[in-house]
């Protein structure tokens, strides 16, 4: 049985909803690309500008990055390169190791995340106009959908709710033992600053 033969697929939900999610994913591609040819920029280098422009120091490393986005050093290095001849980053040298780095933007960068990172509104659109309670059954399902693919090793970082050390649940009931506060559906985060890793 294939998702991707018709008869397959028509015949079975599971089958649709993947189906469905494919074709959500290739417009994120698309919607990106259009971007990426509007500023001549690579969609790589756009998301890496955009994570840069909101994440902390200690997740704009080359070693970070790559994990992040599940590419190879090396292309990473390159991409950070490309980006630094384009004068959007700099890199601010680790006085302890100057083999280190990490990267912040540049005023010139981060007007070109503020003129790319608009490359989500026609997804946002969509979504704000949805009722509260079908975001909050899409907003669960979501997150249980990462939850899983972390569990399986295809997503490899996780900044989740689930996985933090200040997350526990008891009762089914979600609570952040951070901020002292039960966690409805809508309070579950997947990219959250505060997040440590539960061991």
């Known amino acids: 049985m294939s998702v991707f033969n018709l008869n397959d697929q028509n015949s079975n939900l599971d089958n649709k909803i993947v189906a469905g999610l494919d ?3 290739q417009v994120f591609k ?3 690309w259009e971007k990426s040819k509007t500023y001549n920029l690579s969609p790589i280098q756009i998301q890496l500008l ?3 422009a909101y994440h902390s120091d200690e997740k ?3 070693s ?3 994990q992040e986005f599940n590419l190879s050093k090396p292309t990473i290095s390159d991409t950070i390169k490309t980006l630094e001849q384009k004068q959007f980053i700099n890199k ?3 006085k302890k190791d100057t ?3 990490t990267i912040e933007l540049t005023e010139k960068g981060e007007n070109i995340v503020f003129e790319t990172e608009s490359f989500v509104n026609p997804l946002t659109d969509i979504i704000t106009n949805l009722k509260q ?3 909050l059954v899409l907003w669960k399902n979501i997150t249980g959908i990462i939850q899983q693919l972390n569990e399986l090793k295809i997503i490899s970082v996780q900044r989740t709710c689930f996985k933090c050390k200040y997350y526990s649940n008891i009762n089914n009931n979600s609570f952040c033992n951070l901020l002292n506060q039960n966690l409805n559906t809508e309070d579950i985060r997947i990219d959250c600053e505060e997040f440590e890793l539960k061991v």
Request: proline share 0%; net charge positive.
């Open 133 to 135: 309670n079908d975001k």
């Open 64 to 66: 970070y990055l790559s």
């Open 30 to 32: 698309t919607l990106l």
């Open 99 to 101: 083999r280190s780095y």
């Open 50 to 52: 955009i994570f840069i």
């Open 60 to 62: 704009t490393t080359v």
């Open 23 to 25: 074709r959500i994913s």
């Open 92 to 94: 601010i040298i680790d």
